[in-house]
């Protein structure tokens, strides 16, 4: 499971719709974006708008638009848009082949999977073929999975996924753009490094988890809080998922229990 590149990935695209576009379909934002050409004609998405999340876990990084002259328009923005957050997700699945593990086949949750447009271009720009689940809602048939799989309706997670997750459309990648693609990605990489020196140097405030600390840490402090605080979440996350787990077997243990009172 690859999270998000981004504290805010998804929430990045509403945010462009909702503040520099000012509309309210996603539709119209496909259409804007397919009419620009892959590279979005030189304008690059940093999509940190809250930080980076993986690979380069930084709190101090911001979202930026790059390269903007008077002849660009709102397609290319809305494109490099759709693209930034592409290619931070092309830069994990790259750092993990890298760690040598198989990557050929990927699956997509989430409210992208309602974009075709979108799907495709990640297929276009991966080389690889993606494959949507039919719900957009992939956390929920992940509890309930967990769930399902604490009262003993299957042995296992995989058994569950075998059940209760249905597969959509898959998207098979266009090698004609590939190569284009691997061009913008080099060009968007080569932003974010350029960038994040002045990210670090400028912007010292400590972003965590969708929460904003308006404190001036000092570089090496900052990164022993990070740590511990997303460890720190993390146990949280995993206790309150135990707590609804056991709340739930009891719920079904006092409605089983009920027929005999």
Known sequence: LIENPGFLSGGATRWYRDTLLKIDDYNVMTL??????????????LPCMQGAMTP????????????????HTFEDMTRSVFEGISFGLRDNIDRFEELGMDCSSIRMVGGATKGPFWCQMKADLLGKSITATKSAEGAAIGAAMLASV???????????????????????????????????YGKYLECYKAMEPFFNKVYKVFYGCGSIFFHEFDCKLATVFHNYFNHFVHFLFLSSIRIFLYILRLLLCVRSLLPHL
């Open 32 to 45: 804007l974006a397919s009419k620009s050409p892959i590279g979005s004609n030189g304008v690059i998405f």
């Open 150 to 184: 604490a009262e003993g309706n299957f042995a296992n997670l995989d058994e569950a996924a075998e059940v209760m997750v249905e597969l959509g459309a898959t998207y098979i990648p266009d090698p004609s753009k590939k190569a284009a693609y691997d061009d913008a």
């Open 56 to 71: 380069t876990w930084n709190g101090n990084a911001r979202g930026t638009f790059t390269g903007l002259t008077p002849s």
